[in-house]
């Protein structure tokens, strides 16, 4: 958060620098006028009226943006930190194929099957977007799965992030009641069958199980009205609670941070590192920033916030036009950018 | 995890957050590698395997044996394991609602500050432990093959009724004889003729006791040979 009042200070720190800026810019509309151009510049809407601009003074978009992409991921991240997301991007991918299924679905008993023939064999990729949806669930099983053996065997499940593993195991529950509903839909014998045992099953539960059972039957027997309760259920309900769920584990992903892997440890410096641990650390975040600021708003000189001021300054300094030009120049292009980055900051570690 | 622990992990993580790299590009960066990876292996397995439609849902001739989709497959055979009737609800319902209820308040009892996973040999084995016996329950029920051939030597009059049974996934969950699930979630129906009369079996069968289907859609005269035929097995 202390990046907000850094990004200000570089808007109004640039409009002063910025000969052209402050020369279109009508001098008497004051300060916010030059920041709002500013902003208009940097999202290349050039027009009079700054939708960018207008949003972003209301919500700070661009802020919450910019502190989430430069958000620091501990030491040690590595590859295993990506199920969370890849499990995200799979529930993504069975939204966008289900609605498009939806469009071509009747959840009718008497028609249901006709209506999955007719996708699969006369639509236009329509077979192709139903197996999507249908392997899709089965990664999307195998990746939560992953993602919370992960979690839990790296201990992330502990102070302070407990709260984050409840919200998990909703969600891992949840998925499974999407492969039940969803298994149900295409209304073959299989899916017929098996949906049978499984309401049976629940119902032989304690208590509830009857009436659990009697509710998702839509009636003490499987009736018409059955599928469409499951389609409902299937298309609306759960998704709806997983999207909601999947924010409120996102929102503490970025509020807590996520773990280091538990062996790295912070104390002990390794290989090429300096011993000064934590003022290392403070210059190679100073030079992060830079970096990360450089490229969201096409390397704009950046002052380096006074709250920062320390004896990693000079360092900061020294670096900064090197991190700039690299940022600018391989913006479009991750992958090399990141690659060089790397390089560069190891550079600037061992100049420390 | 006491106050003093607590706030020596905070302090720990910053520092390791400080040392770390920042999100955008770093680990945005593998974030989208892995989704390409799987975007390219649902790709792959769509257009390898593609989405194939069974016989269409019929309510009056079970001709299918009651399969779940894979990732239920180690639940089905939890059912199998446990055997006596009595028991049924307590591995349909019980056994997975306790791991659920453990599973969800797990930070609330395993508060210890240790988060090494060889340095929490109980947390750690039992995790995968739970691993090994889920890999293997999925893998008998994927390999446990619904038999839909009853080879008894029967008099005909009752051969309608056993094609009935083979046909129907009578099997997938009730022994036989030799065929159909041993210890399966159904109780053995070698004998069935000697243990329950003719009429309570026909009754089972058309109301489907506990989590067994009802196979009222067979239709009267189906039931019928149905329960001619095993109630002829003694
Ligand atoms: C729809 C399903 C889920 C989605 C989309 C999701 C997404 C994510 C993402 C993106 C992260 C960031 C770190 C990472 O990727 O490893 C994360 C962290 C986490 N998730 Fe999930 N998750 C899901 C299900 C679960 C489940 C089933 C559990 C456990 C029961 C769980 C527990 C956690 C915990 C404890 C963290 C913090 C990890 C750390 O700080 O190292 N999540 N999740």
């Avoid at chain 1, 298309?235 to 709806?240: A, E, I, K, L, N």
């Avoid at chain 2, 016996?133 to 030597?153: C, F, Q, R, S, W």
């Avoid at chain 2, 026909?202 to 329960?227: H, R, Y």
Wanted: glycine letters at 8%; proline letters at 7%; hydrophobic letters at 45%.
């Amino acid at each position: 958060m202390k990046l907000l009042p850094s990004r200000k200070k570089k808007a109004e720190a640039d409009g002063s620098e910025n000969g052209e800026v402050e020369a279109v810019a009508k001098p008497t509309r004051g300060e916010r006028a030059a920041q709002a151009k500013q902003l208009a510049t940097h999202h290349g809407t050039q027009s009079g009226i700054d939708v960018a601009g207008w949003v972003d003074s209301r919500t700070n978009a661009t802020g919450i943006f910019t502190a989430m992409m430069s958000r620091h991921v501990p030491k040690g991240t590595n590859w295993f930190y990506t199920l969370g997301s890849a499990t995200m991007f799979i529930f993504a991918m069975q939204a966008i194929t289900g609605v498009f299924l939806s469009m071509y679905y009747t959840p009718s008993a008497t028609q249901a099957y006709a209506s999955i023939t007719h996708l699969t064999n006369e639509v236009f990729m329509g077979e192709f977007v139903r197996g999507l949806h249908k392997w899709g669930a089965s990664l999307m099983i195998i990746l939560i799965f992953l993602h919370m053996a992960r979690t839990f065997f790296f201990g992330a499940y502990k102070y302070p992030r407990e709260l984050n593993w409840v919200i998990g195991v909703v969600l891992l529950i949840l998925t499974t009641v999407m492969g039940l509903t969803g298994y149900l839909l295409p209304f073959d014998q299989r899916s017929f069958w098996a949906t049978i045992v499984a309401n049976n099953i629940t119902a032989s539960g304690p208590v509830v199980g009857p009436y659990l059972a009697d509710f998702l039957r839509a009636g003490p027997d499987f009736s018409a009205t059955t599928l469409s309760r499951f389609y409902a259920l299937h298309m609306m309900v759960v998704p709806g609670l997983i999207g909601a769920l999947i924010g409120a584990h996102l929102f503490f992903v970025v509020k807590l941070g996520t773990t280091a892997p538990p062996w790295v440890r912070a104390g002990r410096p390794k290989g090429s590192r300096p011993t000064e641990a934590v003022a290392a650390g403070v210059a190679v975040e100073d030079l992060d920033e830079v970096a990360v600021n450089g490229a969201v708003t096409v390397a704009d000189a950046e002052p380096p916030a006074e709250a920062e001021v320390d004896a990693a300054e000079a360092e900061e300094v020294e670096a900064k036009p090197a991190e700039e030009t690299e940022a600018e120049t391989a913006a479009p292009e991750p992958a090399e950018e990141a690659a060089e980055e790397a390089s560069s900051e190891e550079d600037g570690e061992v100049n420390s | 995890m006491n106050a003093r622990e607590k706030e020596e992990y905070l302090r720990e993580y910053e520092i390791l957050k400080k040392k770390g790299k920042s999100f955008f590009p770093y680990a945005i960066m593998k974030d989208s590698v892995m989704m390409l990876v799987v975007a390219g292996v649902l790709i792959a397995m769509s257009i390898i395997m593609g989405a194939e439609q069974g016989p269409k849902a019929d309510p009056t001739t079970t001709t299918y044996v009651p399969r779940p989709e894979w990732y239920f497959f180690y639940l089905f055979e939890l059912l199998r394991v446990i055997k006596p009737p009595a028991l049924v609800p307590v591995a349909t319902i019980g056994i997975p609602t306790i791991c659920m209820v453990l599973l969800l308040l797990l930070p609330f009892y395993d508060r210890g500050p240790e988060r090494i996973p060889w340095k929490r040999p109980i947390a750690t084995i039992t995790g995968i432990m739970v691993i090994i016996a889920m890999a293997l329950l999925t893998y008998k029920g994927a390999v446990a093959g619904p038999p839909t051939e009853i080879d008894l030597p029967t008099a005909p009059q009752y051969e309608k009724g056993k094609q009935i049974v083979a046909q129907s996934g009578c099997l997938a969950c009730h022994a036989i004889g030799e065929n159909g699930a041993h210890g399966g979630l159904g109780p053995d129906l070698t004998e069935i003729g000697s243990k329950i009369p003719r009429e309570a079996i026909k009754q089972s069968v058309t109301i489907g006791p506990g989590i067994m289907p009802s196979f009222k859609g067979l239709g009267n005269e189906d039931l019928n040979a149905v329960a001619d035929y095993l109630a002829s097995l003694d």
